[in-house]
């Protein structure tokens, strides 16, 4: 499966090194900060049981007061 990316978020992603990412490179960084997102995810929904993904999301949205 390919996930397209919005250049917003290509930016904030080439913002994290110094280093032009080239294609391959952000493809491979990409997959890195996916997979410690989704272990974050994971860790934060074993410690805490009662929440859902939902509970994380609108967690973060109230937090960020993005509504």
Do not use: C
């Amino acid at each position: 499966m390919k996930i397209e990316i919005d250049d917003d978020v290509a930016q904030q992603v080439q913002s994290l090194t110094s280093i032009k990412l080239s294609n391959r490179d952000y493809n491979y960084f990409t997959d890195w900060l996916l997979r410690v997102g989704v272990g974050t995810v994971k860790s934060a929904m074993e410690k805490h049981p009662e929440l859902t993904l939902g509970d994380l999301v609108m967690l973060q949205y109230r937090k960020h007061d993005l509504h």
